[in-house]
């Protein structure tokens, strides 16, 4: 699969390995939970995963592509900050 780099108001130090609540809602499929932010980026471009650790086997991961800028304009900051450093509802 091949990574997509946009603009976005975030940047690397903003979002790298802090935690993040989650829900991601398309016609067909609901995904929430928590997960951690895996930053890329490529000049003035970044491009943002949701990494989710496996409950059943810490050694697997899942991660969540956020393929539009849209997406990643969503991110906030959480207002619990005991429960995630950001929320991203999308």
Not at 9 to 37: A, C
């Amino acid at each position: 699969m091949e990574r997509i780099y946009y603009k976005s108001k975030w940047r690397y130090e903003d979002l790298q390995d802090k935690k993040v609540q989650f829900t991601l809602t398309t016609q067909k499929l609901s995904v929430k939970g928590f997960g951690v932010f895996q930053v890329h980026v490529r000049g003035e471009l970044v491009s943002i995963d949701i990494v989710v650790r496996d409950q059943k086997n810490e050694a697997e991961h899942i991660h969540h592509q956020l393929y539009e800028t849209s997406l990643a304009d969503k991110i906030e900051r959480h207002p619990d900050q005991s429960v995630a450093d950001f929320r991203l509802l999308g």
